[in-house]
C-alpha cells in the first residue's frame, strides 16, 4: 500500500524532505493558494487530484477540475461526487463522463449514498462504467451510510470498510479516502486496497498524541486547518505517526 497525508501549507516543503509521502494527494480547492500550486506543479511523483467534495460538500466545477488536472499533469483525476447523494453522484458522473471521455489520465469514482442500499447501489453501478478505473472508499461517508452499524463505536467503520472489501467482487484498484480509529489495523488486513490518503498523523499531532503501537488511536478534531502556522514539535511528532501507521503495511500479503 502507498501513502500520501495530508498536512498545512506550511508543513509541505518540509514534509517532503522527510520523504514521507509514496506520492502527492492534490486538494482542488487549495490550488488557488500560489505557494500550494507551485508546490505541486513541481512536483515529479505520482499525483492523485481530488475533486475537494469532502471539504466543501460537493466537488469544485468540473471545468475547474479538469483544468487543473492537466495543468499539473496529474496520474488520476478523483471525478465529481456529491456527499451522501447518490443520484446527485451517478448524475455528476454522467456529465462529466458525456464531456470528457477521451481524458488522458485515469478516473477515481467515489460511491455515495445516505444509506446502506443506496450506496450500495452506487458502488454497483459504477463497477459497470469501463472509465471508472479506481472506487475510492470514503472513511466518511461509510460511515454515514452504514450508521446502523456504525453508530456504537467508530471502529466499526473500519470493519465495516473491511467486510464491503472483502464481500464485492472488485473488479477495480481501491484508495480508501480517510483512516481513523482502527488505522493500523486496517491497513495490515486489507490486501485489496493500493493507496490511502489522509490527515490523521498531523492532526493526532496537533491533539499531542502518537499512534498506539497496535495502530489505534483516538482522534478528536475532524478537519485539518490548512493554513496553520508551522510548529516543529508538532512536525516531528506527525511524522512519527505517519510512519507508525506506514510500518503496517508491511503486513500486507
Same mark, same amino acid.
Given at each position: 500500500?502507498?501513502? #500520501?497525508?495530508?498536512?498545512?501549507?506550511?508543513?509541505?516543503?518540509?514534509?517532503?524532505? %522527510?520523504?514521507?509521502?509514496?506520492?502527492?494527494?492534490?486538494?482542488?480547492?487549495? =490550488?488557488?493558494?500560489?505557494?500550494?500550486?507551485?508546490?505541486?506543479?513541481?512536483?515529479?511523483?505520482?499525483?492523485?487530484?481530488?475533486?475537494?467534495?469532502?471539504?466543501? @460538500?460537493?466537488?469544485?466545477? $468540473?471545468?475547474?477540475?479538469?483544468?487543473?488536472?492537466? +495543468? =499539473?499533469?496529474?496520474?488520476?483525476?478523483? %471525478?465529481?461526487?456529491?456527499i451522501? +447523494?447518490?443520484?446527485?453522484?451517478?448524475?455528476?458522473?454522467?456529465?462529466?463522463?458525456?464531456?470528457?471521455?477521451?481524458l488522458?489520465?485515469?478516473?477515481?469514482?467515489?460511491?455515495?449514498?445516505?444509506? #446502506?442500499?443506496?450506496?450500495?447501489?452506487? =458502488?454497483?453501478?459504477?463497477?459497470?462504467?469501463?472509465?471508472?478505473?479506481? /472506487?475510492?472508499?470514503?472513511?466518511?461517508?461509510i460511515?454515514?451510510?452504514?450508521?446502523? $452499524?456504525?453508530?456504537?463505536?467508530?471502529?466499526?467503520?473500519?470493519?465495516?470498510?473491511?467486510?464491503?472489501?472483502?464481500?464485492?467482487?472488485?473488479?477495480?484498484?481501491?484508495? =480508501?479516502?480517510?483512516?481513523?480509529?482502527?488505522?493500523?489495523?486496517? /491497513?495490515?488486513?486489507?490486501?485489496?486496497?493500493?493507496t490511502?490518503?489522509? %490527515?490523521?498523523?498531523? /492532526?493526532?499531532?496537533?491533539? @499531542?498524541?502518537?499512534?498506539?503501537?497496535?495502530?489505534?488511536?483516538?482522534?478528536?478534531?475532524?478537519?485539518? +486547518?490548512?493554513?496553520a502556522?508551522?510548529?516543529?514539535? $508538532?512536525?516531528?511528532?506527525?511524522?512519527?505517526? %505517519?510512519?507508525?501507521?506506514?510500518?503496517?503495511?508491511?503486513?500486507?500479503?
Amino acid at each position: 500500500m502507498e501513502f #500520501a497525508f495530508e498536512v498545512p501549507i506550511s508543513y509541505l516543503r518540509g514534509w517532503r524532505d %522527510a520523504n514521507i509521502n509514496d506520492y502527492e494527494f492534490i486538494l482542488a480547492h487549495l =490550488l488557488k493558494d500560489k505557494y500550494y500550486y507551485d508546490f505541486y506543479k513541481e512536483s515529479t511523483k505520482y499525483k492523485i487530484l481530488d475533486n475537494s467534495a469532502y471539504e466543501l @460538500g460537493k466537488s469544485i466545477t $468540473i471545468e475547474d477540475l479538469v483544468k487543473w488536472a492537466y +495543468d =499539473l499533469k496529474v496520474d488520476v483525476l478523483i %471525478a465529481p461526487d456529491h456527499i451522501k +447523494d447518490k443520484d446527485k453522484t451517478i448524475q455528476y458522473w454522467e456529465d462529466f463522463i458525456r464531456e470528457y471521455k477521451n481524458l488522458p489520465f485515469q478516473l477515481m469514482v467515489v460511491p455515495q449514498g445516505n444509506k #446502506a442500499s443506496e450506496y450500495l447501489q452506487c =458502488l454497483d453501478y459504477f463497477q459497470t462504467q469501463s472509465r471508472a478505473d479506481i /472506487i475510492g472508499l470514503s472513511y466518511r461517508t461509510i460511515s454515514n451510510a452504514f450508521h446502523t $452499524i456504525c453508530q456504537t463505536h467508530e471502529n466499526d467503520v473500519t470493519t465495516t470498510r473491511l467486510n464491503l472489501v472483502e464481500q464485492t467482487r472488485f473488479k477495480k484498484p481501491i484508495h =480508501l479516502l480517510g483512516l481513523e480509529s482502527n488505522g493500523g489495523i486496517e /491497513i495490515a488486513t486489507n490486501n485489496i486496497a493500493k493507496t490511502l490518503d489522509s %490527515a490523521t498523523p498531523i /492532526i493526532l499531532a496537533m491533539e @499531542g498524541k502518537l499512534v498506539n503501537t497496535d495502530g489505534t488511536f483516538e482522534r478528536t478534531i475532524r478537519h485539518l +486547518d490548512f493554513q496553520a502556522e508551522f510548529d516543529k514539535k $508538532i512536525f516531528n511528532l506527525a511524522k512519527d505517526n %505517519a510512519f507508525i501507521l506506514k510500518g503496517f503495511s508491511k503486513n500486507v500479503s
